[in-house]
């Protein structure tokens, strides 16, 4: 290599004199945060017990337990099919909790002013952080669906079963920013949690995820029209087994569109003037 070409390559991964970083840098950056990430979830493996523990015990408890009153006696397999996907919208919302108690957690231990202090873009942290969530949810979604397989779920359509994951995927992803924005601003992991639960729990027993939404009351039903994880859920299903889905996936891709669009400016901007 040329002394040319090592300068060049070197001054595309430090900021240049108005404090830019080339796109090159940016990935590099990603990538060794990645990796801290991922080394970090090697030395504390209890950190994954969330993505395998939780679609083992959601899946089992309501399939054995709510399935045959939601469902009736003798269809399991039925509601199974009609749990899993609604599991798999759920999972992602989860798993992005921990996002940001981990993320608050990283700022009491003063990681996170080693990395503002480093020469790299405050957003590599970020997306670093949301692309080994990616993975942790590619775990989870993979033990939920093993489960469902031993407990009878039966998929028509292969290609819809992996565009189903991926749309869950970018859902989740899209849920992750809030979260971030919700580490950096708030003072511990407890707040992070508290408020969680009370966004989480009504979006997800106030959507199609364990059961229909037809025996519902007329002022509920209409708050499930507008819920994101109904569209998913309702998407993932017809997906997998068949049905209309351009409305409920297009519906999903909005949301998840306008969510990013709207939190990951907010949560780097955070991330970037916190004291």
Do not use: C
Not at 25 to 40: E, K, Q
Not at 49 to 59: G, K
């Amino acid at each position: 290599m040329s002394a040319a070409t090592a300068t060049a390559s070197a001054a595309s991964l430090v900021p240049d004199e108005e404090g830019r970083i080339g796109l090159r840098g940016n990935m590099r950056h990603i990538g060794a945060l990645v990796r801290r990430n991922l080394l970090w979830i090697r030395q504390d493996p209890e950190s994954m017990f969330d993505a395998v523990l939780m679609p083992i015990v959601f899946t089992l408890l309501f399939v054995f337990v709510f399935g045959g009153a939601i469902a009736g006696k003798g269809n399991q397999q039925e509601y199974v099919n009609y749990v899993v996907p609604g599991l798999m919208a759920m999972q992602g919302m989860n798993i992005a909790m921990g996002v940001g108690t981990g993320f608050n957690q990283d700022f009491q231990t003063g990681v996170m002013d080693r990395f503002r202090s480093l020469p790299i873009a405050r957003s590599s942290v970020l997306i670093a952080k949301i692309v080994v969530e990616i993975g942790r949810m590619m775990v989870a979604t993979a033990i939920l669906l093993t489960v469902g397989f031993l407990l009878g779920l039966s998929v028509s359509d292969v290609p819809g079963l992996f565009l189903a994951i991926g749309l869950s995927l970018v859902f989740g992803a899209s849920i992750m920013w809030i979260f971030l924005t919700m580490g950096v601003t708030m003072k511990n992991a407890q707040a992070i949690q508290g408020m969680g639960f009370l966004v989480l729990m009504p979006l997800q027993f106030g959507s199609s995820i364990f059961a229909p939404t037809s025996s519902m009351p007329g002022w509920l039903q209409a708050f499930t029209d507008y819920n994101p994880l109904s569209s998913l859920a309702d998407a993932a299903r017809g997906l997998m087994n068949g049905g209309p889905v351009a409305h409920d996936v297009w519906v999903t891709l909005i949301w998840s569109a306008v969510i990013t669009a709207a939190m990951a400016p907010v949560a780097i901007r955070k991330f970037r003037t916190k004291s």
